[in-house]
């Protein structure tokens, strides 16, 4: 690490602490921004680095939001009956349980999902290719399904979640959820990076490039494969508990096991940005977030045709993404060294 | 007497799957894409039958009528984006493929609406076993027209010189070339036919059972399966497995209760490609 990208990474930590009191009126945007700059970093591990492409992180992020308001609200009172009561609410945390329940809740919604991705990670990670892809986006679909028809945590009505304490009001709430947000940020990309510098990478750099050969060099890819997962898991449960607060409300299709949505938009960041690179994703995320408030703002009510339209246009002209085409354009700058023969012939070959 | 009401719903069911799911099997076979708006494509196909109604037109001729413009639908397709994916990574079809899926889902939003809608074809219903058992009769006339069409299409890809070359192309897509065949329109042709076949399953959803337009991707995961689990080119093995998946969907919604219904077919995917992995890794391979 030299100095440089410590000036980065320090301007971009200060700049995230302040950043809520510079833009007031934005911190639930930038708090959303932050959820999605960790799922799409947390999808690049399996999408980018490991070549198996999921539409299934999307179930670890549901499972994360209903177990951590579960958590939250079970703590101190009947679970049943709150999700009972929907909108009218009888019962009232005090802040020392709002907030011991959503530590307690994070807790819960980063862990559990990361055991639930050790064990079906045994199960699906054996497929290969777009079965892999078709399978994880069956996962996805039958737990919003299913979770919709469960009746303690609210079923086809949805689930409040536990309102902030009534404390410094509207601008508190914000703080606390931006800056939970952007701790979650900060731990996943100090990991990510930690991790993205050791043997591990290689291995599912190894995994992506081809399984056969990675399996016949001795290295046990079942077992890195289910790691890679499980990390992933953990970060995205994290983010789905949080996105479950700052929103408020649970709805199985249309909030939690969102496969139409999110689970799309976690793939398209990362490719949008470049897949296998580590600010690719968290660059394609922030691109991705402006576009897409654009399209809400500008074309309401056509934003998903234009979503459609946009997914369509980044897979077919931008496949390896803004990461990508910076690489092709300034191969030096990745530290990449080039022929110059070869690269001349290359160009002659075209 | 459930057990056999169940059992004839998830068989004249099942006929319908099959002919959707034929359509997949095509296109995967030939063009090695997987189309996840192929579910869109049907529900599309089910509102041109439905609008037929509306106009006062017998819903039914919507199976001749749908098909013919969802061909055209599906060479506009063709033309303006699968075209671009074709000899691509299989994931980046996937994902193109989905894109259209919101697209088409959302236009169908506005051009006709959220509600949930049927056209009512009046065809009575047919009485067995002592009137324990019923059938619409529509249902009986649905996996009657699927067959029909079904036999058309594999008479039709025998003998024409058309159905040969999609049959060259999906055996080996350079070689067809070198003899003379033009693949880039067997490709057009071939995704035609298979949105044209999603008109007929649509025109006949649309009559049988209900229409709306987010109900697509649950088609397209029913197709995908029967599709694995019959495999590619196996005519028979997708009429079995489709029946079987009829039956199977039939069961669940009685057992488990209707809410639990796609949840169970989407589960359903995932445990037969579980089952298969470990089949197959017990001889160190995978599914391909």
């Known amino acids: ?350 | 007497m459930i057990t056999i009401q169940a059992c004839l719903d998830g068989l004249l069911l099942g006929i319908l799957f099959a002919l959707i799911a034929y359509g997949m099997a095509l296109q995967w076979g030939v063009m090695n894409i997987i189309n996840i708006a192929q579910g869109d494509l049907v529900i599309l196909g089910g509102y041109i039958a439905y609008f037929m109604y509306l106009y006062g037109i017998h819903p039914a001729w919507g199976v001749i009528v749908s098909p013919i413009i969802m061909y055209f639908v599906g060479i506009a397709i063709y033309k303006l984006v699968i075209n671009k994916v074709v000899d691509r990574d299989l994931f980046i079809s996937i994902l193109a493929t989905f894109g259209i899926s919101i697209l088409f889902m959302q236009l169908m939003n506005f051009a006709f609406g959220a509600d949930v809608v049927l056209a009512n074809s009046g065809y009575g219903t047919t009485m067995l076993f002592d009137n324990n058992v019923v059938l619409p009769n529509s249902k009986i006339f649905s996996a009657f027209i699927s067959i029909v069409f079904a036999i058309c299409l594999v008479v039709y890809m025998k003998r024409s010189k058309l159905g040969r070359a999609i049959r060259a192309t999906a055996q080996n897509a350079r070689a067809a070339k070198i003899l003379g065949v033009d693949t880039e329109k067997v490709y057009a042709a071939t995704f035609g036919i298979n949105a044209a076949l999603c008109g007929v399953a649509g025109a006949l959803i649309s009559i049988t059972f209900t229409i709306h337009p987010y109900m697509g991707l649950p088609y397209t995961i029913r197709s995908f399966m029967i599709v694995i689990v019959a495999g590619l080119g196996n005519l028979p093995g997708v009429a079995m497995s489709g029946m079987g998946l009829g039956i199977f969907e039939e069961f669940a919604d009685y057992i488990l209760g209707t809410e639990f219904r796609i949840g169970s077919v989407f589960l359903l995917l995932v445990l037969i490609l579980v089952y298969r992995r470990f089949k197959l890794s017990r001889k160190r391979e995978y599914l391909k």
């Open chain 1, 1 to 350: 690490m030299n100095k440089n990208s410590w000036i980065l990474y320090i301007g971009i930590l200060v700049f995230g602490l302040v950043a809520p009191f510079i833009f007031p009126a934005f911190k639930v945007q930038l708090s959303i921004l932050c959820v999605l700059i960790v799922l799409a970093t947390t999808w690049n591990i399996q999408g980018g680095e490991m070549g198996y492409n999921t539409f299934g992180n999307i179930l670890f992020y549901g499972l994360g939001m209903y177990l951590c308001a579960s958590v939250q609200v079970g703590m101190f009172f009947p679970l049943a009956e709150w999700t009972e009561s929907g909108g009218e609410k009888t019962f009232v945390h005090t802040p020392s349980q709002f907030f011991q329940g959503m530590a307690a809740g994070l807790v819960v919604a980063a862990v559990v999902p990361t055991i639930v991705a050790g064990l079906i990670g045994y199960a699906i990670l054996g497929l290969r290719g777009h079965y892999f892809a078709i399978c994880t986006l069956g996962l996805g679909v039958a737990a919003g399904e299913i979770s919709g028809g469960i009746e303690i945590i609210g079923a086809g009505q949805g689930f409040t979640t536990p309102p902030f304490p009534n404390i410094g009001g509207l601008e508190a709430r914000g703080e606390f959820f931006y800056f939970l947000s952007f701790g979650a940020l900060v731990l996943t990309f100090i990991a990510v990076r930690a991790i993205y510098t050791t043997r591990f990478r290689l291995i599912l750099n190894a995994i992506r490039d081809n399984e056969d050969k990675a399996e016949a060099m001795g290295i046990e890819t079942m077992k890195y494969k289910i790691t890679g997962w499980m990390i992933s898991a953990f970060f995205c449960g994290l983010a789905g508990g949080i996105m479950g607060g700052l929103v408020g409300y649970i709805d199985s299709t249309d909030v939690a096991f969102d496969g139409r949505e999110m689970g799309v938009f976690m793939v398209l960041m990362a490719i949008l940005g470049g897949k296998g690179t580590l600010w690719g994703p968290i660059i394609g995320a922030t691109l991705f977030h402006f576009f897409k408030e654009g399209f809400w703002t500008f074309f309401l009510g056509w934003q998903y045709v234009a979503l459609g339209v946009l997914i369509v246009v980044i897979v077919i002209y931008f496949p390896e993404g803004l990461m990508g085409w910076l690489r092709e354009k300034y191969p030096e700058r990745f530290g990449e060294v080039v022929d110059e023969a070869d690269r001349k012939a290359q160009v002659e070959l075209k």
